[in-house]
């Protein structure tokens, strides 16, 4: 009887660095891969448009979310002239108050 054995070693699927510990080969992911396609996941769950991640992104890649304190951040506006309290499940916008989906909340997501 043939048994499959786990590799000792292989490659991250998301930056291809070499994974050596048996979790991280397990899994298929480095630890920091690993929270950042977790991250990813929710955001797919959460429903959010192309666009909006690629928003949430881009607000990531500006500096323009900061975090006040564990779980809520202030998140600018996309023309810089406000800045709107947001968290995983709301945010202070026109758009969350309005009742549809923001690319603010998307960005905390991505960046918790």
């Known amino acids: 009887m043939a048994t499959t054995a786990t590799p000792k070693t292989t490659n991250c699927r998301r930056c291809r660095s070499l994974l050596t510990s048996a979790r991280s080969v397990a899994r298929g992911y480095g630890d920091q891969c ?13 429903g959010f448009k192309a666009h909006q991640v690629a928003s949430a992104r881009e607000l990531i890649e500006d500096g323009a979310i900061v975090p006040l304190k564990p ?17 995983v ?23 918790a």
Do not use: I
Request: proline share 2%; net charge negative.
């Open 71 to 87: 779980g809520l951040f202030v998140v600018v506006s996309s023309d810089g002239s406000e800045f709107y309290e947001t968290t």
């Open 89 to 111: 499940d709301t945010c202070a916008c026109p758009a969350y108050e309005a009742g549809r989906a923001c690319y603010h909340r998307a960005a905390v997501l991505l960046a």
């Open 34 to 46: 690993w929270k950042q396609k977790q991250r990813e996941d929710a955001v797919k769950a959460a």
